[in-house]
C-alpha cells in the first residue's frame, strides 16, 4: 500500500521527467533519498530519467537558439525593408544617450530620453516616414517630437514636414540671445 506522497511522487517522476530528485524533494518536503527509494521501490531507473533529462535539456537549447536565429532574422530583415527609418531610430538613440555626440547637449542632457524599448515599437508607434519629395528632391518629412521638451516615446512621436518642426521649436535661451544681440 503507498502513501499519498509516495503516489506523488511516484506522479512527479513519471509524468516530469525534468524534475530531478532534489526538485521532487523541496516540492514534497521530503529528502532526496526518500524520493530515490521510492523510486526504486517502484523500478523507475533514475539512470534513465537522467540521460531523458539530458536529452530534452539539450532539445530545449536547440530549440531556443533555433527561436532566436529566426528573431535576429526576422529583426535584421526588418531593418532591410526599413532601412531610413532605422537609421533614424538609431540617430534619435544616440543624441540622447550618448554624451560623446555632438547633438548631446540638445538632448540627452536636456532630460530628454529615448523611451522605445526596440525598433519594431518605435515602427509600431511612428510608423514607415511618408515618402513625399520636396521639388529639390530632399524628404519632406522627419521625426519630430509632438511636445518638444517631452521624450521620445510611444505617442510623442510623429513624422513632421520641415514646416511643422520649425514652428515646435523651443523658444531661444538667454545665452542664445545673447550670441546674436538681441
Known amino acids: ?8 511522487i511516484i506522479q512527479m517522476l513519471v509524468q516530469e521527467p525534468l524534475l530531478t530528485c532534489a526538485d521532487i524533494a523541496l516540492r514534497l518536503n521530503s529528502s532526496d533519498d526518500y524520493v530515490e527509494w521510492v523510486a526504486k521501490q517502484n523500478n523507475i531507473n533514475l539512470a534513465e530519467r537522467k540521460q531523458k533529462r539530458t536529452e530534452l535539456k539539450e532539445q530545449q537549447k536547440q530549440i531556443e537558439l533555433l527561436s532566436h536565429r529566426q528573431e535576429k532574422q526576422r529583426l535584421s530583415e526588418l531593418r532591410k525593408n526599413y532601412k531610413v527609418e ?4 538609431a540617430d534619435a538613440k544616440t543624441r540622447c544617450n550618448n554624451a560623446k555626440d555632438l547633438r548631446y547637449r540638445n538632448y540627452g542632457a536636456r532630460g530628454i530620453k529615448f523611451l522605445y524599448t526596440s525598433f519594431e515599437q518605435f515602427l509600431l508607434d511612428v510608423g514607415p516616414r511618408p515618402t513625399d519629395k520636396h521639388p529639390s528632391g530632399r524628404t519632406v518629412y522627419t521625426l519630430d ?7 521620445y516615446e510611444p505617442g510623442n512621436c510623429r513624422w513632421a514636414t520641415y514646416e511643422v ?6 523658444k531661444a535661451g538667454k545665452a542664445w540671445k545673447d550670441l546674436i544681440g538681441k
Open 165 to 170: 518642426q520649425a514652428n515646435n521649436r523651443r
Open 86 to 89: 532605422y537609421a533614424i531610430y
Open 145 to 151: 517630437r509632438k511636445c518638444n521638451n517631452g521624450n
Open 1 to 8: 500500500m503507498q502513501t499519498q506522497k509516495q503516489q506523488q
